[in-house]
């Protein structure tokens, strides 16, 4: 396989820190000696290689941007680059550490008691223990403040009944942060520990997308929680959209990575097919499509690193996280579209990384809110009208 080469038109290399040039070629490393040689296997059968996990915890990629705990504490711009670096490697692996991290981690970092901080973070941290987020729902994904997840204190415990969808790590997660409707009608955060009495984890199956993903549901049928488990600082829905912005920024990075391994590959391909006597690369058509590629992507870098700058230094808002996350994803989307059709039939051989990198970011457009959602989070901002009802 050739050597990637990372698209920089506007040396943006230059803006970063050594430090974080030091993590985001660690992770680069990290993809192409662990990721790349198994992935196409990996997305055929459907699994997630849980093998890879202590490595990834060894490099210090969960709960990175967080303090303590075992933590690594990067900056934001250094979280973003190993989300990009990760989506390089598949959409999977970064939705992985980012539903460990952002998701989950943070979650309890920054709403829960100071016992619970001890007591699940560090393994969180070692890859020991793994989480998932339990928010959205069969009918209610968009719009999660209908959520019919409930929770009704009985003595020293809380009974949840409900059911969540579409949840990465589901089946694969020790324990998984849910969001219910408590007696007060407000959404309340929950620990809710695999092998609790009534709580029921199951893998979906069928996805013609993230493939490399565990994505499953959550079931709880008079499911009793500790009280003790109950995140004692979420009260209201606007603790999960925290933790959703966190994953959301992400996002916005890692959408970077798919388009740039897509467009590495298609570039490399077109100087070397030949067709009508010279590589395809020499024809206007095709030059046209990898310069608006180039452009895009070079766009998608610099939104990415100012909002990065703007999140160290604690000025960012959730509209400019929504602004980069539905651009940079719809570029990437774009990109892999453009980058199969470059590679001609080949494109659709699971060799080459285009068509995966394509149906994985249709996931990546819909979730953490999706594509014309965002426009709206965006456009009420903009005109300070909410137009969601």
Same mark, same amino acid.
């Given at each position: ?31 192409? $000696? ?17 093998? =890879? ?78 989480? &998932? ?89 008079? &499911? ?12 209201? =829905? ?60 070079? $766009?998608?870098?610099?939104?990415? =690193? ?32 453009? &980058? ?48 969601? $009802?």
């Amino acid at each position: 396989m050739k050597k990637y080469e990372a698209l920089d038109l506007y040396n943006v290399d230059s803006l970063l820190s050594e430090e974080e040039r030091m993590i985001r070629d660690t992770v680069r490393e990290f993809v192409d $000696k662990e990721i790349l040689p198994i992935i196409g296997e990996r997305y055929r059968e459907g699994t997630f290689p849980m093998e =890879l996990v202590p490595k990834i915890a060894d490099l210090g990629l969960l709960g990175a941007s967080l303090e303590g705990y075992g933590c690594a504490g990067m900056n934001a711009v250094a979280s973003g680059l190993i989300a990009q670096e990760l989506e390089r490697g598949d959409s999977g692996f970064r939705s992985f550490v980012s539903v460990q991290g952002s998701l989950c981690m943070y979650p309890i970092h920054a709403f829960g008691s100071e016992e619970q901080k001890k007591r699940w973070l560090p393994k969180m941290a070692k890859g020991e223990t793994i989480g &998932c987020f339990g928010l959205t729902e069969p009918d209610f994904g968009s719009n999660p403040s209908g959520m019919l997840t409930r929770a009704v204190k009985k003595g020293n415990e809380y009974v949840l009944n409900g059911t969540k969808r579409w949840i990465t790590n589901a089946s694969i997660a020790h324990l998984a942060v849910v969001w219910a409707r408590g007696e007060d009608d407000r959404i309340h955060g929950f620990v809710v520990e695999r092998g609790t009495r009534g709580f029921v984890p199951r893998e979906l199956k069928g996805k013609l997308s993230l493939r490399a993903s565990d994505t499953g549901e959550l079931i709880m049928e008079d &499911c009793r929680v500790p009280a003790a488990n109950k995140l004692p600082n979420t009260e209201s =829905l606007k603790s999960a959209l925290q933790c959703l912005n966190q994953a959301r920024y992400g996002i916005a990075w890692g959408a970077i990575g798919a388009a740039q391994a897509c467009f590495d590959e298609a570039l490399d391909y077109s100087k070397s097919r030949i067709m009508f006597d010279k590589p395809i690369a020499g024809f206007q058509l095709v030059q046209n499509k990898l310069s608006h590629m180039a452009t895009e992507i070079t $766009k998608a870098q610099l939104l990415a =690193l100012q909002l990065g700058r703007l999140k160290d230094d604690g000025k960012i808002k959730h509209w400019q996280i929504s602004l980069a996350k539905r651009n940079n994803v719809a570029v990437a989307l774009e990109t892999a579209r453009v &980058c199969r059709d470059i590679l001609g039939a080949n494109g659709i051989l699971d060799e080459y990384q285009a068509m995966r990198h394509m149906c994985n970011l249709e996931s990546v457009y819909t979730y953490e809110g999706t594509h014309d959602i965002h426009a709206l989070i965006l456009g009420e901002h903009l005109t300070g009208i909410g137009a969601f $009802k």
